[in-house]
């Protein structure tokens, strides 16, 4: 008896897997159709309202598919309240239709345009509207913006604003004046201010109003919000209704239920269509287990086009996405919070206002492979965290992610963040990121909880950025690879990283990152940056090795280090070694290279000139030239045309244990804070000349260790005439800086400054000079870059040689490997010669050849403890290959009744 229930309640689970079914859903379908019915392309369902009501019921269960037609768009969302699971979501029809819309706007319909006044027009959507809310505004597919001051072309995503003045950062009530408003008091009280509040993030608050006796207008926000209101910072108000006096403007104002537009033409717009974004995400699921979404585009809405969360305890597990779109919303294009095993790949996400795709909680082991995310985070101040205008995001608490061969660019801010543990980041090409915030990176990571992860064979390039709403002559911060803020134990090689603005390469208070084998190229500043800024020792134990490091900006310096902290002590903030350096300027830069005591650089090959030789000197400029003559610096107030500011500072000749030969001894006062700053200038007349370049050229010991800056000052008006540079103090080696200013604007006679604190105590000045120097450019021609999945062939110029750097070529630990080829043939013909490019490596063209010995590790190195050794995966790297979570269901179908039939079978004989 037993054994035959056994085999009926079985085979009836077998009956059930094998009735699996598809159910179609078309605009022109009915939702009164049985479900029998659905599975006919030609008597669909309809709405999607009814698949959520089916599904949600029972009615269509696990293994079935609901297809969507192709060429149609259904207005409206799926929302689900509970776990569903083993179900797909995909689409039918005309393989070359366009994918089936999900939308979450809906078009007004023309009757209910009527003139409001002059060329403002208003519907009234009572009845339209399934909540009281109206997002966003599309005209003709175009998004228009709200009514507001001051006014901005129709369509155009660039800031047009006002700036903050006289304004306070105090909470509650961040507050400012505005002398260019005349409006009376309570005119936008109400409305609400969106504004940039630092260099990465915007901000948004409802505000009151009133006026100043003078006749400015006062605000003061009434809501949170990140950052601050910086005197300098640009905003723009929304609202009220009267500010809708510009074409492309609209305002909805939700008691009456009431949408108002100006049209771009002025015209009616009946005409035209326009869509009003009223629903917030396009599919929600809670609890989601072994799904497959492929082939559907989501588009326009007010939130996430897709949200994946948590059903209480049951976490979402074995998703799929593919070949899908998700573009215009306001909030995140694909949003997953916490489960595993997502693959998301060969999407496309694109004008998502926050992020394209973001993991967070503590999603794992997911893969997010051969997307395209592009147009990400313009339209400024929707999204106010620091979080917002990203690309790909992997959330803090994320663990063994894979990011692969992805195409990310055209970015807000940063193009993939990498927070989290143990990812791996390989074979993406990301560029173009930054385009409306700053201090990003195209790659970048921040956290002490970031670590274990492994980024290679990236290509990143062109990273510049915005600072339009940011205080005039601010500047901004661009890096091609960022690692920031108490990241530790990074791995990253064979990337090519480029034509960023800040750096290739920025380790901002990191621990133990290995940067090997990669290319870095061309940045505007430096190509290697390593700071210190949040605690003595919050940067140590970095090592950057067998890499290319290129220059060719006469200004971008190669290997930079610095730190705020005047006593670093023996900290090593990094190793560098076996790189091969190359300035195409005949002065190879290391302004700060030696800022941290005990720092380590030795082995490094140069591509032109001997490291005893960095300058090539055309003259002394007369007058300015002070070594070794301290016979010739008398009195206490000026020295050999020095003078020294404030008067209680004193300047000495002396000899002895640190300038035997003899020196100038700067001694500080002892009545004033440590922190004021002292300055010795020469009282002679510095010459220079526009175009030309000069080096300053110090020797200085100090009795404490810290800082000091050197300035070329203009005599007249005492402007800088090149950027300053600084002088690291030390207390037991000579501190010796080769700063360089080039391609002065114009002529000037200038002075020589030297600027540091009183907590120096004593400075001893060993020697000064300014020194023009001759920049003679090898021209660079150009960096070949392939960043494709295949191998890609590339002509070279005729009668060149050049220096081949292909990332994926440097597989000696020690050694880097220099292509040659001749530029002609034996017989003295030219020869046109071809470089065949593996996928995400680069080739960089020099103007001529270089042949330098190549130099091995220092004896006795080893990596600091629980660095990654090279080339390795380290320990405890998952594989990332998660399983695939839906089997192709013509497989599922076929096969799943005959095995579970198989079992049955087995079992019932057994019993």
Known sequence: MLRRFVALAILALVAASASAATYYVSPSGSDSYTLTQAQSQSTPIKTLSYVVALIQG?????????????????????KFTSSIQRISFTAYGDSSAALPVIAGAVAVPSNLWSVHSGSIYKANLTGLLPASTVFSLYFNGVRMHKARWPNAPAGSQEPVFSRFVNSSDAWPGGAWDDYTIDKPSGYFTGSTVKFRSSHYTYGMSEVTHTRNADGSAHFVLTQSYYGGTDPGFGYWIEGPLSELDYAGEWYFDEPTQMVYLWTPASDSPAAHTVEIVIHSSGLTLVGARNLEISNIRFTKFGGNAVDIRNAGGTESQNVTITGCQFDSTDGTGLYIENGRNFIIENNVFKTCEARGLHLAGTCAASRISHNTVSEIGFVRAICQSVNCAIGILLDFATTFDEVSYNHVYT?????????????????????????????????????????GSRVTENIVHDAFPNSDTLPPNSGG????????DYVNYMYAAKNVLYNCYSSSLYLHDTVAILAEQNVLYNSTQMQVFVFEQFGERSTRDNVVRNNIII???????????????????????????????????DTLQYENFYNAAGSRQYGNIECNVPESVLFVVDQFLSGNLISPSPSNWTGASTIGGWAKYPPETNLTVTNGQNCPAGCALWTMPTNYADTQPVLMYTT?????????????????????????????????????????????????RTSRLYGIATALESDANVRLDIETRVSQRQVWVRSVAVKQVTTRPQRLDSIFVNPESSSRSFFLPNGRKYLGTTARNLTLYFRIPLIFHCCSDPMGNVVTYSVTLQPFSAVVLFDQGFDPSLVGPPQGYSSPSGMPAPNSAGSGTPSMAPQKSVTNAADTRQWTPILVLVAVLVFVGLL
């Open 551 to 585: 220059s060719g900006d006469p200004d971008s310096d190669l290997i930079v280090e610095a730190t705020i902290f005047p006593n670093v002590g023996t900290s090593l903030f990094g190793t560098y070694y076996g790189n091969y350096l190359c300035s195409i300027y």
């Open 58 to 78: 029972g009615n269509i269960t696990s293994g079935d598919t609901v297809a969507f037609q192709r060429g149609q768009t259904f207005y409206g969302t799926l």
């Open 411 to 451: 970015i807000g801010y940063i193009g993939i963040r990498f927070d989290g543990k143990n990812h791996t980041i390989h074979h993406n090409n990301v560029h173009g990121v930054t385009k409306t915030l700053s201090d990003g990176g195209a790659l970048y990571c921040w956290g002490s909880y970031s670590s």
């Open 477 to 484: 911060i661009s890096h091609c690879l960022y690692f920031d």
């Open 684 to 732: 002679s007349v510095i010459s220079v000349s526009a175009g030309a370049s000069y080096l300053i050229d110090i020797d200085m010991v100090s009795s404490a260790n810290g800082s000091a800056v050197a300035l070329l000052r203009d005599r007249t008006n005492y402007r800088n005439v090149a950027t300053g540079v600084s002088v690291p103090l030390r207390t037991t």
